[in-house]
C-alpha cells in the first residue's frame, strides 16, 4: 500500500477518518458502516459453516449405513459369483470394503401395530465397516448376531411396536413360496438381538438388519445376494471409481454411487446454502450502501479542505486516493473484525448455545427434532475467502464514486462562499 499513496495522503485518510465534533453525524454513520460489514461478514461466515457442517453430519450417518457405490442385480436371481465380484472390485484404488448384502421390502408386526420396513441381510464382520451403527450397538449385541440369534431394529421402531431387547417380532415378505393356491407370504418371527440409534430418523425407524444366510432363506435367495456395497477412502471423489466398477460387471448389473442415489437430498441442501448466501451478502450490501452515505457527507464538509489542498499543488489524483483509503478502510476494519468474529463464534459455537439456552430456559436446538447431539460447525477456508474477498470488494466500489466526487470538487466554487 505504501506504494500507492504517499505518506501525506494516509495522514490526511486516517486524520479524516478521527473522530471530529463537527463532524460526529458522520464519523456515527462510519462506525455504523462498520458494524454493518461486521455483522454481515460473521453472520455468512457462521451460516456457511452450520450448514457445511450440517451437510458432513447428515451424509456421514447416510453413508454409514449405505455404501459409496452400489451394485445390484436386474434380475430377481441376484448376484451368484458375488465373492468373486468382491474381490475384484476389492484390488481397486482407494476401496475400503466390498460388502455383499440381501435386501428386501417386508411388515413388521407385533402387539397389533404393523409398519413397512426393509431388512438388510449382512454379515456381522460387515458390521464394523457401518460405522454409525457398530458404534450404537453393545458387544452383547455384536455377539448375538454373530451367532445368528436374532436381528437388529432401529430405536424409532422398537418405540412403535413396543419391543425391546430379547423380545420377538413377526416379519412377514411378500416374496413366499410358491404353492398350488398361489404364492403364499413368508412369515416368521425372530428374536431382536439389540436395538440401534444412528441419529437419523428414516433409519431408525424403517431398517431392520438380519444375518445374511437368514435373509437368504428367508427372502428367498440361494447362495447369491441382491447387491454389492462398496465403501471407499474419498466419497467425494467417487466418479472415477464408479466407471472402474461399471467395467468389470455384467450388463445385467446396475452401478450408480451416492451422490446418484441421494440426488434430491444434495440438490435441496445445495440451494439452501445458495439461498442463504445470497440473503445474507444483502447485510454486507446495505453496509456498502453506508459507506457511500458517510462519504458524500464527509467530502461535503471537508469542500474547503479540499479546494485548499488543490491551490497548494494537490492533484485530483491524490484527492481520490485520499478519500478511497478513507472509505476502504472501513471495509477493512469492518471484514477483519467480522471475520474474527465469525471464527471466534464457529470454534466456540456448543458453548455459546449451551449459555444461550441457560440464560433463556429454552432449547435452540432439540437433539430429538435434528436427531444431532450437538450444533456442528465446519469452516471451509475457501468459503471464508470467498466472503473476505466480496467484502473487501464491495467496500472498495463503495468508496469509488465519493472518492471520485472529492476528486471533481473545483478549488474556486468551494471557496466562494467562504
Same mark, same amino acid.
Given at each position: +500500500? ?14 479524516y477518518?478521527?473522530s471530529?465534533r ?10 455504523f458502516?462498520v458494524? *454493518?460489514?461486521t455483522l454481515?461478514?460473521a453472520?455468512?461466515?457462521?451460516v ?6 450440517f451437510?458432513a ?6 453413508l ?6 452400489? /451394485?445390484y442385480s ?5 448376484i ?7 474381490l475384484?472390485?476389492t484390488d ?8 455383499p448384502?440381501i435386501e ?13 420396513a426393509?431388512?438388510?441381510g449382512v454379515?456381522w %464382520? ?9 458404534n450404537? &450397538? ?12 436374532? /436381528?437388529?431394529?432401529g430405536h424409532? +421402531? ?5 419391543? %425391546?431387547?430379547g ?7 411378500a416374496r *413366499?413360496?410358491t404353492?398350488a393356491?398361489g #404364492?403364499?407370504?413368508?412369515r416368521?418371527k ?9 441419529g ?6 424403517s431398517f431392520?438388519?438380519?444375518?445374511l ?7 428367498g ?7 454389492l456395497e462398496i465403501?471407499v ?7 472415477s471409481?464408479?466407471?472402474q ?7 445385467d448389473l446396475?452401478v450408480?454411487?451416492w ?5 434430491n437430498f ?9 439461498v +442463504?448466501f445470497?440473503? &445474507?451478502?444483502?447485510i454486507i450490501?446495505v453496509a ?6 458517510s462519504?458524500? +457527507? ?6 474547503s ?8 499543488g494537490?492533484s485530483?489524483?491524490?484527492? &481520490?486516493?485520499?478519500?478511497f483509503m #478513507?472509505?476502504?478502510s472501513?471495509g477493512? /476494519?469492518?471484514?477483519?473484525c ?10 466456540n459455537?456448543? #458453548?455459546?448455545?449451551n449459555c444461550?439456552?441457560?440464560?433463556s430456559g429454552?432449547?435452540l436446538f432439540?437433539a ?16 471464508v &475467502?470467498y466472503v473476505?474477498?466480496m467484502?473487501?470488494?464491495?467496500s472498495?466500489?463503495a468508496?469509488?464514486?465519493p472518492?471520485?466526487r472529492?476528486s471533481?470538487?473545483a478549488p ?7
Open positions: +500500500m505504501q506504494h500507492f499513496f504517499s505518506s501525506v495522503e494516509r495522514m490526511l485518510a486516517f486524520r477518518m478521527r471530529r463537527a463532524e460526529g453525524f458522520v464519523s456515527v454513520i462510519a462506525w458502516s458494524a *454493518g460489514i454481515g461478514v453472520t455468512l461466515i457462521v456457511m459453516s452450520v450448514m457445511n457442517g451437510r453430519e447428515l451424509v456421514g450417518r447416510i454409514g449405513l449405505n455404501g459409496h457405490v452400489a /451394485v436386474n434380475k430377481p436371481v441376484g451368484a459369483d458375488f465373492d468373486e465380484l468382491a475384484k472390485i481397486m484404488p482407494n476401496v475400503i470394503a466390498v460388502t448384502q428386501g421390502q417386508i411388515m413388521a408386526t407385533q402387539n397389533r401395530v404393523s409398519i413397512g426393509v431388512v438388510r454379515r %464382520s460387515d458390521l464394523a465397516v457401518r460405522k454409525p451403527l457398530w450404537s &450397538l453393545t458387544e452383547n449385541d455384536i455377539n448375538q448376531f454373530r451367532n445368528k440369534d436374532g /436381528v437388529l431394529i424409532e +421402531m422398537a418405540l412403535k411396536l413396543g419391543v %425391546s431387547a423380545n420377538s417380532i413377526t416379519l412377514t415378505t *413366499g413360496k404353492t393356491f #404364492t403364499v407370504p413368508m416368521r425372530f428374536k431382536i438381538a439389540g436395538i440401534f440409534n444412528v437419523m430418523y428414516e433409519y431408525d425407524s431392520v438388519f438380519m444375518p444366510d437368514l435373509a437368504a432363506s428367508f427372502l435367495y440361494e447362495k447369491s445376494v441382491s447387491g465403501y477412502s474419498a466419497p467425494e471423489e467417487i466418479a471409481l464408479r466407471h466398477v461399471r467395467g468389470v460387471v455384467d450388463s446396475r450408480f454411487d451422490m446418484e442415489r441421494n440426488r444434495l440438490n435441496a441442501l445445495q440451494v439452501e446454502r445458495n +442463504m445470497l440473503i &445474507l451478502t444483502l450490501l456498502a450502501f453506508n459507506i457511500i452515505s462519504m458524500i +457527507m464527509l467530502v461535503r464538509s471537508k469542500n479542505d479540499i479546494a485548499v489542498l488543490r491551490t497548494m494537490a485530483s489524483g491524490n484527492i &481520490l486516493r485520499v478519500f #478513507t472509505g476502504a472501513i477493512i /476494519v469492518g471484514t477483519f467480522g471475520t474474527l468474529v465469525g471464527m471466534l463464534f464457529c470454534w459455537i456448543d #458453548t455459546i448455545k444461550i439456552e441457560f440464560l429454552a432449547e432439540a430429538e427434532i435434528y436427531f444431532l447431539s450437538n450444533l456442528p460447525a465446519k469452516i471451509d477456508s475457501k468459503e &475467502l473476505v474477498l467484502a473487501l470488494g464491495l472498495f466500489l468508496s469509488m464514486y472518492a471520485w472529492a471533481r470538487i474556486a466554487e468551494a471557496l466562494r462562499y467562504e
